[in-house]
């Protein structure tokens, strides 16, 4: 079994830079063709996808948010890494870690959310 846990600030300010890792038990990053991806869902509206990154380390952004968005890994620890700078409030949302592809929009193993404020 596949479990995915988000860790990091709950409050980021404004113009700062947002930082979450999903730590991943029960099967490894590196597996065979599996994309590693960060989804998240501002108030009241839909899921939202902002990047992945592949199992050979190749990285996928949401075309807008690719200008302020990085996606790293640590195999070692078999952690994934969010990065979003020059926050604003509009970023403020529920992110998730998932295992599945951006391109079929099909995923099987999520975390279970964490809510990041961004707030002066």
């Known amino acids: 079994q596949v479990q995915l846990q988000e860790s990091g600030p709950g409050l980021v300010k404004p113009s700062e830079t947002l930082s979450l890792t999903c730590t991943v038990s029960?099967?490894?990053?590196?597996?065979?063709?599996?994309?590693w991806s960060w989804i998240r869902q501002p108030p009241g509206k839909g899921l939202e996808w902002t990047g992945a990154i592949y199992y050979s380390g190749s990285t996928y952004y949401s075309p807008s948010l690719k200008s302020r968005t990085s996606i790293t890994r640590d195999t070692s620890k078999n952690q994934f890494t969010l990065q979003l700078s020059s926050v604003t409030p509009e970023d403020t949302a529920v992110y998730y870690c998932?295992?599945?592809?951006?391109?079929?929009?099909?995923?099987?193993?999520w975390g279970q959310g964490t809510q990041v404020t961004v707030s002066s």
């Open positions: 029960g099967g490894s990053i590196i597996m065979n063709y599996y994309y």
């Open positions: 998932a295992r599945g592809s951006f391109r079929t929009g099909e995923y099987d193993y």
